[in-house]
């Protein structure tokens, strides 16, 4: 059970050789005994997952069974799930049960898939690390010095321990893909509008997008064609032709034509990570792809760009927060005004509050325009940078992360250094470009390394065919943390 | 870019949020470091170039004027922080 793909679980479901209810009270039983090493869940609750688990049991008894019917899926915390906690990582949402259910929650729960728990995460997304969160650091299964990566490092700890088969993570600058190549899983950003934003707590609006982690690249097809979906509720969600995200998995990769920016293999890259990723790209040569340099002359720019416009969103999205409408209200105060203050002050951690701070700045009076719409004419070149390199080249490649993960604590009090984790991964958000990350070997400290790939918009199908052909041949992603 | 101690507070003033003189001083120096970054952008022409908000070239979606929302006033009574005689209690806000 431990490390069996989806579709093993699934044949076994339906098969009758293992129930829902067992495979659920497994993956519960497990985190009741790993996840004080990890601090990968803020939240489980076994009453409502094995509720699920005997409601999949009874679907597939009568044969209604879908490919995730009964498979326990971890939920990041950031999405509203009825009946449960959903704090975001924050105090300032530590009461908060959600009366309503998520698009993406309420698409599992069609499925007949099982809620396993709300993951940890850092702090509203904001961070690279998941040592923001209220409920504490996550841990790196694979050192437990480092860093899991954030802010969807609660999920991708979550599948590295085998504390749940797969789990939903989502990406404002690199938090599905940085995690995933930390933690040495499978994970993919779809293109911006796939998957319901609605009633997944807003980060960047214009950025922030939902998708899955896993084990393998198989798994993650499974899991996106429950994901994607057009959401009336959702005003970016995007009405297109229902995919099935698996048909292409096994296209031969002949012709392929692998564009590399020289731009991100110039420097920056550690010398572990540059000799796994040439290692990966000596593969897809074998599988008959070709490799082209490319050019995104305006790459370096996409870390300051992102930190005008994601910290100009956050402090949009995150004045609701005031103590009035939703969670945490400061004990004492002396007016409504310094209720405000004081509730956000107390129940903000420094890294949410820097980047309200940053956000209100950049969008103040005499800023705006050399903020804020200069950020926004950066991202139009950015996005112009890639659709050029797509005339030359199919898919992206290059590694997800500079470095392998870093130690707990040391990039903590240093925020430039930190920002610095998704240098690869964020122009895929401020582009909406789809991205993915894969495992492809290991760094130093016998670490994790990622290969980034990313693909023009609505190419999912292309990078999962991509990135399943590399697994067809290499057993990265079958190594296991625990 | 020079930003000063009463820029800090002029801005947590603005995002409602408390921050006492050793934090503004913290935040400073680190939102300082941080502009210093954000500046590289400046080095970059970009005149003749518009704007882009969104990812993709769509317009605002628009639905039909019918109710859709639900009763469900139980439901909110029940997970609300305070609740007294049916009502919600909130924080007095006229002094």
């Keep these: 059970m431990l490390n069996a793909s989806l579709r093993e679980l699934s044949k076994q479901l339906a098969e009758k050789k ?13 985190i009741k005994t790993l996840n004080p090493n990890y601090n990968a869940f803020i939240t489980t609750n076994e009453e409502i997952s094995l509720a699920q688990a005997a409601a999949a049991d009874k679907m597939l008894a009568i044969g209604k069974g879908g490919a995730l019917t009964g498979i326990p899926i971890a939920q990041k915390d950031i999405f509203c799930a009825k009946g449960w906690l959903t704090t975001c990582g924050s105090k300032m949402l530590s009461n908060f049960v959600s009366p309503y259910d998520a698009g993406v929650i309420e698409r599992f729960n069609l499925a007949g898939a099982v809620n396993i728990g709300k993951t940890n995460m850092d702090e509203f997304a904001m961070g690279s690390s998941n040592e923001t969160s209220y409920y504490g650091i996550v841990k790196n299964p694979w050192d437990t010095k480092a860093v899991p990566g954030g ?31 930390l933690c040495g899983i499978s994970g993919i950003k779809p293109t911006y509008g796939l998957v319901s934003r609605y009633g997944m707590i807003a980060f960047a609006s214009s950025l922030d997008q939902a998708g899955p982690m896993a084990k393998s690249v198989d798994d993650l097809a499974l899991l996106l064609n429950v994901m994607v979906g057009f959401d009336a509720r ?13 048909s292409d998995l096994e296209r031969p990769l002949s012709g392929l034509r692998i564009g ?47 930190y005008v416009l994601a910290p100009a969103e956050a402090s949009s999205n995150l004045s609701r927060f005031d103590g009035v409408r939703y969670g945490y209200r400061a004990q004492s105060y002396s007016s409504l005004t310094d209720m405000y203050r004081k509730s956000r002050a107390e129940g903000f951690g420094p890294e949410v509050k820097r980047r309200i701070l940053i956000g209100t700045y950049v969008l103040s ?64 958000n401020l582009t909406g470009m789809p991205a993915m990350s894969i495992p492809i070997g290991f760094g130093d400290k016998n670490r994790p390394v990622g290969l980034h790939i990313i693909g023009n918009y609505f190419k ?12 067809r041949i290499t057993d990265w992603h079958l190594k296991s943390a625990v | 870019m020079n930003l000063s101690l009463k820029d800090i507070k002029h801005v947590a003033d603005l995002a409602y949020i408390e921050i006492d003189e050793k934090q503004a001083e913290a935040t400073l120096a680190q939102l300082s470091n941080i502009f210093s ?18 990812s993709q070239s769509v317009s605002q979606r628009l639905r039909e004027d019918i109710v859709t929302e639900t009763d469900q006033r139980e439901l909110f009574q029940s997970i609300a922080p305070q609740v007294q005689e049916g009502l919600y209690l909130v924080p007095q806000v006229i002094e």
């Design chain 1, 365 to 428: 009076q005499g800023y705006y325009d050399a903020y804020y719409i200069k950020a926004q004419k950066l991202r139009r070149l950015i996005a112009q940078d890639f659709t050029e390199a797509y005339q030359q080249c199919d898919v992206i490649m290059g590694p997800t992360t500079p470095t392998v993960a870093f130690n707990l604590g040391e990039k903590s009090t240093d925020p430039i250094q930190m920002y610095l984790s998704d240098i690869y991964t964020s122009a895929a």
């Design chain 1, 151 to 181: 802010s969807s490092g609660g999920a991708a700890c979550a599948v590295a321990a085998r504390l749940a088969p797969a789990a939903t993570g989502t990406d404002t600058g690199g938090s599905i893909r940085q995690p995933a190549a």
């Design chain 1, 260 to 306: 590399l920016p020289k731009e991100y293999f110039a420097k920056g890259m550690s010398p572990d990570v540059e000799s796994a990723v040439d290692s990966a790209l000596a593969e897809y040569r074998k599988l008959g792809a070709e490799t082209v340099e490319v050019a995104l002359p305006n790459a370096s720019l996409s870390i300051p760009v992102y």
């Design chain 1, 234 to 246: 959702d005003s970016t969600s995007l009405q297109r032709p229902q995919e099935d995200y698996t």
């Design chain 1, 18 to 30: 293992l129930s829902s209810v067992e495979l659920t009270s497994f993956f519960l039983q497990r």
């Design chain 1, 460 to 471: 999912e199908a292309q990078l999962l065919n991509v990135a399943h052909q590399y697994q």
């Design chain 2, 37 to 54: 970054m954000i500046e590289t952008m400046q080095s970059v022409d970009t005149s003749d170039i518009k704007p882009m908000s969104h």
